[in-house]
């Protein structure tokens, strides 16, 4: 089991679709490093030798901001945009979409669920 910046590649797929596992990592990144490092792309997890996995872990440290940093980093520009009160902060703050898509349908993952009708009374059972 290869464990890589915090998390467990599954060991029975390519190291290629592996990495990807990666938060901040995605199938082109996975890529360059497989290339830099020179292990071949069909290479599964559990074939990996243990200094193969320590380049892959020197790479990703030097060359990429990955998981918890890449996160705080994330919500850190979603923090100053709402503080600055641009347009994309107000958006984020009311839970709305903020790249101009239509909210009057649509947008229910931003939006959540539909509510219904408050305090309607239901007809009595007879």
Same mark, same amino acid.
């Given at each position: ?6 998390v ?5 797929k390519?190291?290629?679709i592996?990495?990807?596992y990666?938060?901040g990592?995605?199938?082109? /990144?996975?890529?360059k490093?497989i ?9 599964? !997890?559990?074939?990996?030798k243990?200094?193969?996995? !320590?380049k892959i ?6 060359n990429y ?11 850190m ?5 709402m ?8 958006? /984020? ?7 101009g898509?239509?909210?009057?349908t649509?947008?229910r ?6 509510k219904?009708m408050?305090?309607? &009374?239901?007809?009595?059972? &007879?």
């Amino acid at each position: 089991m290869a464990r890589i910046a915090g998390v467990d590649l599954p060991r029975n797929k390519r190291i290629e679709i592996a990495l990807t596992y990666i938060y901040g990592i995605g199938l082109s /990144h996975a890529q360059k490093i497989i290339e830099t490092t020179s292990i071949h792309c069909n290479t599964k !997890v559990n074939q990996l030798k243990d200094e193969e996995i !320590v380049k892959i872990r020197s790479i990703l440290d030097t060359n990429y901001q990955i998981e918890g940093d890449l996160r705080r980093f994330e919500s850190m520009n979603i923090k100053r945009l709402m503080e600055i009160n641009s347009y994309k902060g107000k958006r /984020h703050r009311i839970g709305l979409p903020l790249r101009g898509q239509r909210t009057r349908t649509n947008a229910r993952t931003r939006r959540g669920t539909k509510k219904t009708m408050a305090n309607k &009374k239901k007809a009595p059972k &007879k």
